[in-house]
Nanobody, 131 residues
């Protein structure tokens, strides 16, 4: 079965850290560009961080720049999102998605038309930042 599974979400206090994992089964993640997206209640989906197929480019939304880091572990067929100094505004369901396209990380994260064409989406993991 071809799927992406996110994990690592949970409840954390402001200023805390979480590491989200996006594990693939049935296909090899290093052949794909990967994006982390989030959607908060009542808000549109937002591209948080993306990494291109060849890792030549990464992208971070301004709201997370300097706090979040995207990385790959090809041996584990997993992509991570390390989230530090979490804020209440980071509360959302976080999704990972994979694309075979050769698009830049920024295009993948910023353009809805490319997000809609992603090959695989996970079901999401909830991150709640609250005191």
């Amino acid at each position: 079965q071809l799927q992406l599974v996110e994990s690592g979400g949970g409840l954390v206090q402001p200023g805390g850290s979480l590491r989200l994992s996006c594990a693939a089964s049935g296909f090899t993640l290093d052949l794909y560009a990967i994006g982390w997206f989030r959607q908060a209640p009542g808000k549109e989906r937002e591209g948080v961080s993306c990494i291109s197929r060849t890792e030549r480019t990464t992208y971070y939304a301004d709201s997370v720049k300097g706090r979040f880091t995207i990385s790959r572990d090809n041996a584990k067929n997993t992509v991570y999102l390390q989230m530090n100094r979490l804020e209440a505004e980071d509360t959302a369901v976080y999704y990972c998605a994979a694309s075979m396209s050769g698009l830049t990380a920024q295009a993948l994260c910023v353009e809805p038309k490319y997000q809609n064409g992603m090959d695989y989406w996970g079901k999401g993991t909830l991150v709640t930042v609250s005191a």
